[in-house]
Structure formats: C-alpha cells, structure tokens
C-alpha cells in the first residue's frame, strides 16, 4: 500500500497500475501520521469511473487515477471541508489567485501570462483540479496530481485572495463580480456527490467561498495586456473605468 499526503490529507492506496503510482509520486509521504483512510480502487471503481466519464475508449491506467481522485474528493468533503474546484491556481507572493473558465476558453493560457510575467514571484499551484479547503474560517487552495495536459502542479498551499471567471473577448475588461454571477459558474466546476448530506456541505462551503473571497469577472484575449489588467485589479485592486 502506498502513502500519500495530499491537501494535507494522509490516505493509503491499494492501486493496480504504475500509472496512477507515477501521477502521484511527489506526494508520496513517509511521516508519522496515521492515513484517515484507505482507498482500495477496484475493477468495481474503474468501470464506475468509465461510466461517468462518458468516454470508453480511456485507458484502464488513466481511469484508475481519476477514480483515486475520486475517492480523495469523496472524503475530502465528507470529513474534512474539502471540494475541487475546476481552475488554474497561481500562488503570488504567498497568495492564490483562482481563474476558472470552461475548458478551452483560455484559463491556462491566461495562468502562464502571469507566470511570465510575473517570474519567480508566481508559482502555479495546480492547472486543473485543486483542491479547496475551509480551515479556521478561511479558504486555501492545494495542488495534486490531478492538474491538467500541461502537467503543472505544486505540492503547496496558498490562501485565496480572489477568483476570477474568465471569458474571451477582442477587449480586456475587468469587474468585479456578484455571488450570484459566480455561484451557478463554480458549482459546474466542480465534483457533485451523490449523497444528499454531502451535497448540501457542497452547496455551504461553495456558499462560504464566494461571500469571503473578492470575485472578478474578465473578459480578455491572448495578450501581456490581459494579464496586467487582471494582475491590477485582483492584486493591487485598481479597476480601469474607461
């Protein structure tokens, strides 16, 4: 059984393929905490995994690796006041900043322009699938091995300073954003339980979230100029009127 530490979350895994061990290796832990629990991924699992994803064709390996990220996400939010929230995270000194959009609007790209040009003060969380938690009365934002095409992950954690919906548009252009506005988006991004108990601490953390966090909206195209508007109002909290 291997022994990981994700979203500071200790759990065993009794994995079939090195795939799913190779995703995973930089979280492997070897400390003194005990796993909360145990993830035993099955054939029962996989094929579960290959219902939902609507796509048969996907590689028994690859499946296998959701369906741990799966069962991480399952005890996450029942037990620890977790959720994934589908997104490219990026930590800037020492704080996260969210964007979120469906996919092949231009999250990532828009990501990579403030690590250019933001260098060594930005420092990608994950490109895809982090994992949000409620601590304390405050949310952080964690890296796991779940992190898009790109492959971009870091094993860290960062407060949530802002989040931002992004769509595409010929003009950069920022506001801020209403809860309502961003509840409907966050929701979609994220893994819905099927147990009505979970959905629920689901829908109040999600709630939580957007009435703590400053919230933007950024219609924006493939430029420097995108990601300085961005960087403005979300770090500094100028908004351009004009």
Request: proline share 4%; glycine share 6%; hydrophobic share 40%.
């Amino acid at each position: 059984m291997l022994i990981y530490k994700i979203a500071d979350i200790v759990f065993g895994a009794k994995i079939k393929y090195p795939f799913t061990a190779s995703v995973c290796e930089k979280y492997l832990y070897s400390g003194d905490e005990k796993p909360e629990f145990v993830a035993e991924i099955t054939q029962k699992e996989i094929d579960y995994e290959k219902s939902v994803s609507g796509d048969l064709t996907f590689p028994e390996p690859y499946v296998e690796s959701l369906a741990l990220f799966r069962a991480l996400c399952n005890h996450a939010l029942s037990h620890r006041n977790g959720i994934v929230f589908h997104c490219s995270a990026i930590m800037v000194d020492g704080g996260a900043y969210l964007f979120t959009a469906p996919s092949g609007t231009g999250k990532s790209t828009h990501a990579r322009l403030w690590c250019e040009m933001l260098k060594d003060r930005a420092v990608m969380i994950n490109d895809d699938k982090p994992i949000i938690r409620y601590i304390d009365g405050e949310f952080y934002v964690y890296g796991t091995p779940w992190n898009g095409k790109h492959r971009l992950d870091n094993n860290v954690r960062a407060p949530i300073k802002a989040i931002c919906k992004i769509y595409q548009s010929k003009e950069n252009v920022i506001e801020k954003a209403s809860v309502k506005e961003m509840l409907f988006t966050v929701f979609n991004q994220t893994i819905r339980p099927t147990d009505e108990a979970d959905m629920d601490k689901l829908l109040d953390i999600i709630d939580k979230m957007l009435k703590q966090t400053p919230l933007y909206k950024l219609g924006c195209n493939v430029s420097r100029e995108a990601a300085e508007t961005s960087y403005k109002a979300m770090v500094e909290g100028v908004i351009d009127e004009n």
